[in-house]
Structure formats: C-alpha cells, structure tokens
C-alpha cells in the first residue's frame, strides 16, 4: 500500500463523480467513496462526464436494476473514448456477484471492488494510480474495522448511520447473504461516537442502518441489543429524529416496539416488510413467520403506538404464487390499511434457491397482479392521507420542492411527504415547521406553516 503517513495527493486539483444505485446502505456506501476521493484531494465534479474518477456503485437486487447499471457501464465507455486517463470504479452488489467476469466483459473498467472493500477503496485506489496492487477486489473477507473513516454526507441535516452490515436470512429469493456476508454488528459507543460527530456538525434525523436491524448485535450474543441501541442514541443531546430500516416481521420484538412508543425522538414509523399474504408462499420463501403472525405484530405496533405509520415491502409472482394466494397478499393489504407500500415483480436471482423452484410465474401474470396490487395500496395511502387533513403536524423542513415555485417541502415524524407555500417567509433545511394539513393526495399531503 503507498497511503500510510500524510496521504498523498494523488486527486490534487481533479475531479470525482459517484453515480450510486440501490438502496439506503449503497447510499451510505457512496458517502463514504466520496469521503475517501475527498481525503485523496479529488474534488466533486459538477458532471460525471468529465470527472477524473467515476464510481459506479452498484445494486444486484432485481434484474432490471442490473440491466440499468449495465446500460451506464455502456454508456461509460464512450464518454471514458473522450477523456483519456479516466478511471472506471465498478463498486457494491453487483461488483461482488460477477467479480472478474465484468471487468472482462467490460475492459473499460479500471477497478472492482466488492462489499467488503468499501473501507480500503482509498488505498487501492492509490494503489491503482502508482501501478500497483491489482484492478479486481472481489474477496469476501471482512476487514477487521468497519468504515468509520471519512464521508461526504448527501444531506446536511439528516444522517445515514450504519449499525450492522450484511444478512443471515437468506430469504430464498434473495441474493443480499450472498453479496453482503454474514450478519457484522458495529459497536453501541462507536454508533454513538458517529451520531455524536454528526450533532456537532448540525444533523438533527439519525437513521440506523442495517439489512435486518432487529438481530443488531447477536452477534455479540446478546439478546434485546436493537432496543437498547434505540434508547441510547435517543439519549444523544442534539438528537431530533430517529429512524430505522429495515426490520424483519419475525425478529421484530416486544421490547423495540416499546422503545419506540417510550422514546421521545424515534419516529412513529414502521417499515415492515411482509413481502407475501399467504403462510404457504411465506414458508417457501423461508420468512419465518406466517400471515397470522404478521397481522399480531401490526396489532401489538397499534397497540402501543397508535398513530404509527405502517409501510410495507411486498413481492408478487414468486415461484409457485397461485391466484388464491396472490389474493391473500391483497386482502392482507387492505386489512392492514399501509400508509406505503413498496411493490415488487419476483425477479429470479441466479444461486438463490427459488431461482430453481417450480412454478415460475409468467411475467404478464405477475405484472397484471402488480397492477391490481398497486391499485389497492392507492386507495389506503390515500385513505390514510386524507385522515390527516385538519390536523397539524411537526414537520422538519427539507427545502425548496422540485416542481412547484415558491413552495417548500419536508416530512412529519411518520414519514409522510408534506408541501406548503412559503408565502414570503424564509424557511432553512432541518427546520422544525408545524404544517397544518388541508389537502390529501395518494403521494402526499399539503398544507400551511403555522
Ligand atoms: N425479486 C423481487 N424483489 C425482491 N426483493 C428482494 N429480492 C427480490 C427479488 N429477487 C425486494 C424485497 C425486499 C426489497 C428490498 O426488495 O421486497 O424487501
Ligand atoms: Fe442494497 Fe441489496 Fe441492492 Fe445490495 S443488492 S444495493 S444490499 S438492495
């Protein structure tokens, strides 16, 4: 490694872009490859185009998130054809699955880096640009610290917090456990530590990442761990906001529900994915629960929390998935009455075990029963929507809306997407504004600051 007294320089006066697919732990991933581009001297460029590294990092969830990213892979040949000496990251999910095998396919690519690289991706880029070190790091050994170096955050009050990396489920549609390892738990003082940096430089909302974060720190061998996590970072001074994701149905406890009903800063919001309606279905996928024991626990949340939001994941055409079975996803969505819903076509993921389970669902089949299932989640988002109207609502303030002039946009403690005129008044990021609601849409709702 040439990086080990006061960093060289090697990004000095040039540019970096990260273009990042996936979810909120690739998100958080990102913030970290800018961080270490930062630390090497690289600044932001404005365009990937013309940045002097590029790193593309990747997502293996879904077909059609591969087919995207393969497109941008394309699409980096021809820009990289105009910009002599640039260089091709290839990070994350998908670097981790084809390893070798892409870096062949597409010689544009200069580095790839797996899962567990995320930590060193300065030393071997350092390493690659004084011509050492080799161009493809697809092993899966975990390094012995996890990333807690620098980053450069996205958002400048609300701040990704990764508690634990990789899954032990190993759902059987799901290529997660093979790309992100076994289950690794951070520290509860070095979650702390980060959270508390965080405050310090003015982050309110704090959320605690992880694939599945009701086993947080089994691996320890300790049980109650994420409950505990809960109400200690609730106790940071500076903390406005805690969220968490994503919880598993079947390890979600008593103990985390009842954090968050006695917690004053941890958000009302549940995100419990379900992904299917019928016990027969939920076994095949080896969920560990069935739907009875789904609908206690969103009895036991409403118990406790009353006003919470409920959002759900769910997958449709799964190997095996009949008519009467597809029905029992939808009656479980309008008994439940989600605030959200995440939907989803099964996409067959080679070396998962329902890759070669019989029964695979026609996709003109499992794009009618998606489209069914959308409709029906619509009419409860906004049904759940519209009972907010009237009401008023702490809402912390994200910034300017997109699409509308001169008014702003932000979101309440349940997660809902809230938009009010500014009529004249200055509002700042990370504000806390008290929203009055007067009109529901399916997507969100709109109101007055009071
Ligand atoms: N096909 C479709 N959806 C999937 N998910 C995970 N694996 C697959 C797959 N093979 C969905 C699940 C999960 C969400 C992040 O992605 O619903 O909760
Ligand atoms: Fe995130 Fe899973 Fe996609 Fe990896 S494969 S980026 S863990 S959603």
Redesign the pocket.
């Known amino acids: 490694m040439v990086l080990d007294k006061d960093l060289a320089q090697p990004g000095a006066g040039k540019t970096y872009f990260v273009l990042n697919y996936g ?1 909120q732990m690739n998100e958080s991933d990102a913030e970290h490859y800018a961080g270490q581009l930062e630390d090497l001297g690289y600044a932001k460029a404005a365009d990937f185009h013309d940045a002097d590294v590029i790193v593309v990092n990747t997502c293996c ?2 077909e059609s998130a591969e087919k995207r990213i393969l497109g941008k892979i394309g699409e980096l040949k021809r820009v990289k054809e105009n910009h002599p000496g640039q260089i091709i990251c290839v990070a994350g999910c998908m670097a981790q699955k084809d390893g070798e095998k892409l870096i062949k396919k597409h010689p544009q690519i200069d580095l790839l880096l797996g899962t567990a690289h995320v930590n060193s991706f300065k030393e071997i880029l350092a390493d690659f640009i004084a011509d050492k070190g080799g161009r493809v790091y697809d092993d899966m050994a975990i390094p012995d610290s996890e990333f807690e170096g620098n980053r450069v955050r996205q958002s400048g009050f609300s701040a990704w917090i990764p508690i634990m990396y990789g899954c032990n489920n190993f759902c059987t ?3 997660v456990p093979y790309v992100r390892g076994r289950e690794r738990s951070r520290s509860i003082e070095n979650i702390v530590e980060e959270v508390e940096q965080a405050v310090a430089k003015g982050y309110k909302e704090f959320t605690l990442l992880g694939q599945n974060v009701n086993s947080y720190g089994k691996d320890f061998g300790e049980k109650g761990m994420f409950a505990k996590l809960l109400r200690r970072v609730n106790e940071v001074p500076g903390v406005e906001r805690i969220r968490y994701m ?1 919880s598993h149905p079947r390890d979600m406890g008593e103990d985390v529900i009842r954090a968050v009903a006695e917690c004053e800063h941890v958000c009302e919001n549940f995100h419990i ?1 379900f ?1 299917a309606g019928s016990s027969r279905i939920l076994k095949l996928m080896n969920r560990g629960y069935t739907r009875e024991q789904y609908l206690e626990l969103v009895e036991m949340i409403r118990r406790y929390v009353p006003d919470a939001a409920i959002t759900t ?3 449709v055409g799964f190997p095996g998935e009949t008519e009467e079975d597809f029905e029992e996803t939808l009656s479980l969505v309008k008994e439940v009455g989600f605030d959200a819903a ?1 939907t ?6 080679s070396g ?1 075990p329902a890759a070669k389970m019989d029964g695979q669902v026609p996709l003109d089949v499992k794009k009618a029963r998606l489209n069914r299932l959308m409709e029906a989640q619509n009419v409860n988002s906004l049904a759940r929507n519209k009972e907010m109207v009237g009401k008023t609502y702490e809402v912390l303030a994200e910034g300017p809306s997109q699409n509308n002039a001169g008014v702003w946009c932000g979101r309440t403690r349940t997660n809902k997407l809230v938009l009010w005129p500014t009529e004249g008044r200055e509002f700042t990021a990370g504000q806390k504004v008290n929203v009055k609601i007067c009109a529901a849409q399916t997507w969100l709702v709109k109101g007055q600051a009071e």
């Open positions: 979810c969830v879904r549609y799901c290529i994503t994915p992904q994941d769910i997958i995440y989803f076509i099964y996409s067959k993921r998962t």
